[in-house]
C-alpha cells in the first residue's frame, strides 16, 4: 500500500497519575473506562481505523502500560495505584513513548499531531522541577511534538494545570471520579470522531478538536511558561 492509500493516523497517549490518591473510585473509573474506548473503536470502523492509544501511567516513576496501538486488538492494562506525584517523571514517559510510538508506525504513515490528555488528581510532590520535562515534551524543534490537554480531579491545581495545557485545561467541579473520568473519555473519543471526520489535516491548522466537557470539569485559560 503506498502512502497516498494509508489512513492519517490520530496518536492518543493517555498520562494517567496513578499515585496513591487516586486509589479506589478514581484508578477504578479509569479501568473502567479502557474497554469502553475498545468498544468504541471496534463498533466506529471509522475511528479505529485512524485511532492509536497508548497509556503511559506515572507515579514516582513513569510506565508505559500500552504502547501506541490499534486498542481495538490489543490486550487492556489493569492499572495500579502506586507512590507519589512527580509529573517531570511522567513528561518523561511521555515523550519516550511518543518518540517509540511514532517511529513505530509504517514508513510513510500520514500522521496528525499526536495528543497527550494528562489527567491527575494532585499536585506534583517531588524535589525536581517539572518544569523543564513540560518543556522538552513540548519542544516546538520536536517534530513530534504534542497538544498537551490536562484534565484536573479532586485536589489538582488550576495553575499547574494551565501550565500543562498547550491549549485546552479543565478543573473538575464535583468530587464524582467515576462521571469525571467517563467525561474525559467522552471527550477524548469526541475529539477522534471529529478529526476522522475532518477533511482538513488539524496539524496544519490550529490542532485538536475538542469539543469542552462542561457537566463535570470548567474550562481555565492556558499558561505559557
Known amino acids: 500500500m503506498s502512502s497516498s492509500e494509508l489512513f ?7 498520562l494517567v497519575d496513578v499515585s496513591a490518591s487516586m486509589s479506589g473510585g478514581p484508578i477504578e473509573a479509569v479501568n473502567k473506562a479502557l474497554p469502553e474506548i475498545q468498544h468504541e473503536m471496534r463498533s466506529n470502523p471509522t475511528v479505529g481505523e485512524i485511532a492509536r492509544i497508548a497509556v503511559v501511567t506515572f507515579s514516582d516513576e513513569s510506565r508505559v502500560a500500552l504502547p501506541l496501538c490499534d486498542i481495538a486488538e490489543a ?5 495500579l495505584v502506586e507512590g507519589g506525584t512527580n509529573f517531570a517523571a511522567g513528561f518523561r514517559g511521555a515523550r519516550q513513548a511518543i518518540e517509540a510510538g511514532m517511529r513505530s508506525l509504517s514508513k510513510g504513515t500520514p500522521v496528525y499531531r499526536p495528543v497527550v490528555f494528562f489527567m491527575s488528581d494532585g499536585a506534583h510532590q517531588a ?5 523543564d520535562a513540560l518543556k522538552s515534551l513540548r519542544d ?15 485536589d489538582a491545581h488550576q495553575e499547574e494545570l494551565r501550565k500543562i495545557a498547550t491549549r485546552f485545561a479543565f478543573m473538575a467541579k464535583d468530587a464524582d471520579p467515576v462521571s469525571q473520568v467517563r467525561e474525559i473519555m467522552n471527550a477524548l473519543i469526541g475529539s ?10 488539524p496539524a496544519k491548522q490550529e490542532g485538536l478538536y475538542l469539543e469542552a466537557p462542561s457537566d463535570h470539569f470548567t474550562p481555565l485559560p492556558a499558561l505559557t511558561i
Open 127 to 131: 524535589a525536581e522541577d517539572w518544569t
Open 140 to 154: 516546538p524543534g520536536w517534530k513530534f511534538a504534542p497538544e498537551v490537554v490536562a484534565f484536573g480531579l479532586a
Open 75 to 79: 490486550p487492556l492494562p489493569e492499572l
Open 8 to 14: 492519517t493516523i490520530f496518536p492518543v497517549f493517555l
Open 192 to 201: 477522534i470522531r471529529t478529526t476522522s471526520a475532518s477533511l482538513a489535516d
